[in-house]
């Protein structure tokens, strides 16, 4: 005989369900295994006709839960990490136009907005920026300050004084292969000896380069060009120096095709290693052929002989 109080209904079902749990969830387990095809099918089509109906009924439950339902699902999250990186993969792979375009969008849409957000972030997060790029080299912001009084806050090549603006922001110089740290040098030493791959000898070369008065440009053509230039090539070559591709041309043949410092071989195919024409920039007079990090890292270093000195010694010690 069913119970004609409800609530009494109720707790005898729960007491039944308590008493045969694993019964029961077995029992279910095997019917569902059996009619899983079934069910599906039932429930796609269930949804595909209510479709409506569902997705409104989630959004007035989300609605009125919404702390529970966020609670639930970072829970979920927490307790599910492999399956939700299982899950998004899969994503990824099946929607990858669809993601793409839409991040092309949204980062159009909202390019000032992120760029701003940054700037600000930057700007009142100082220390926690800089903490991320110190442990880098292992360091920590105390280890910095000590190095930065050890140097009487100053370049440790060019002697200049140490400010928050650029170029003279203080820099970590360390060592490519063993990452040790050798000191703090201003942007523009530190790039300039890592042009130079921080080898000794290619400074010491750059050291005599800066040293040459001018060299001897003939303006007859001696030999077949080397290369195939355009007319652009030709006219930033008179327009910037002065000189013909001939007299461009027969300084590649003296210099054997190689740059005059790092005796790397000139070659189009590769931006770094594009003959530059080195000059000095106080008499305007033309060095010769340098491939473009040597001659951005002589630049860098102020065709300075006193700071390319610096730079030799710097390297010795450290």
């Given at each position: 005989?069913?119970?004609?109080?409800k609530?009494?209904?109720?707790?005898?079902?729960?007491?039944?369900?308590?008493?045969?749990?694993?019964?029961?969830?077995?029992?279910?387990?095997?019917?569902?295994?059996?009619?899983?095809?079934?069910?599906?099918?039932r429930?796609k089509?269930?949804?595909?006709?209510?479709?409506?109906?569902?997705?409104?009924?989630?959004?007035?439950?989300?609605?009125?839960n919404?702390?529970k339902?966020?609670?639930?699902?970072?829970?979920?999250?927490?307790?599910?990490?492999?399956?939700?990186?299982?899950?998004?993969?899969k994503?990824?792979?099946?929607?990858?136009?669809?993601?793409q375009?839409?991040?092309?969008?949204?980062r159009?849409?909202?390019?000032?907005?992120?760029?701003?957000?940054?700037?600000?972030?930057?700007?009142?997060?100082?220390?926690?920026?800089?903490?991320?790029?110190?442990?880098?080299?292992?360091?920590?912001?105390?280890?910095?300050?000590?190095?930065?009084?050890?140097?009487?806050?100053?370049?440790?090549?060019?002697?200049?004084?140490?400010?928050?603006?650029?170029?003279?922001q203080?820099?970590?110089?360390?060592?490519?292969?063993?990452?040790?740290?050798?000191?703090?040098?201003?942007?523009?030493?530190?790039?300039?000896?890592?042009?130079?791959?921080?080898?000794?000898?290619?400074?010491?070369?750059?050291?005599?380069?800066?040293?040459?008065?001018?060299?001897?440009?003939?303006?007859?053509?001696?030999?077949?060009?080397?290369?195939?230039?355009?007319?652009?090539?030709?006219?930033?070559?008179?327009?910037?120096?002065?000189?013909?591709?001939?007299?461009?041309?027969?300084?590649?043949?003296k210099?054997?095709?190689?740059?005059?410092i790092?005796?790397?071989?000139?070659?189009?195919?590769?931006?770094?290693?594009?003959?530059?024409?080195?000059?000095?920039?106080?008499?305007?007079?033309?060095?010769?052929?340098?491939?473009?990090?040597?001659?951005?890292?002589?630049?860098?270093?102020?065709?300075?002989s006193?700071?390319?000195?610096?730079?030799?010694?710097?390297?010795?010690?450290k």
């Amino acid at each position: 005989m069913p119970y004609k109080d409800k609530n009494i209904a109720k707790i005898k079902k729960r007491e039944y369900y308590l008493t045969n749990k694993t019964s029961l969830l077995a029992s279910s387990k095997e019917i569902y295994q059996k009619k899983k095809e079934n069910i599906r099918k039932r429930c796609k089509k269930y949804y595909e006709n209510n479709k409506d109906i569902i997705n409104e009924k989630r959004k007035e439950k989300f609605k009125l839960n919404r702390e529970k339902e966020y609670r639930n699902q970072q829970n979920w999250n927490d307790n599910n990490k492999d399956k939700l990186k299982k899950i998004k993969k899969k994503y990824k792979i099946a929607h990858k136009d669809e993601i793409q375009k839409y991040n092309k969008k949204h980062r159009n849409l909202l390019k000032d907005y992120y760029n701003n957000y940054k700037k600000k972030w930057r700007h009142n997060n100082k220390d926690k920026t800089k903490n991320g790029k110190l442990k880098k080299y292992g360091l920590t912001i105390e280890k910095f300050n000590n190095l930065l009084q050890n140097q009487n806050y100053e370049c440790g090549i060019c002697k200049k004084k140490f400010k928050d603006s650029y170029p003279l922001q203080p820099c970590v110089d360390h060592d490519h292969k063993t990452n040790v740290v050798r000191g703090l040098l201003c942007h523009n030493c530190n790039s300039g000896i890592g042009g130079l791959h921080d080898n000794v000898e290619y400074i010491i070369c750059a050291l005599k380069w800066i040293k040459v008065v001018k060299a001897d440009i003939s303006k007859e053509s001696l030999h077949a060009p080397l290369f195939s230039y355009n007319k652009s090539k030709k006219y930033h070559l008179k327009r910037d120096h002065n000189i013909t591709i001939e007299q461009f041309n027969n300084m590649l043949f003296k210099q054997e095709g190689k740059c005059a410092i790092c005796s790397k071989i000139f070659t189009y195919e590769k931006c770094s290693l594009n003959p530059c024409v080195d000059h000095n920039h106080k008499t305007g007079n033309i060095r010769g052929l340098l491939c473009r990090k040597c001659n951005i890292s002589i630049g860098l270093l102020n065709d300075s002989s006193f700071i390319i000195q610096n730079a030799i010694n710097w390297l010795k010690e450290k």
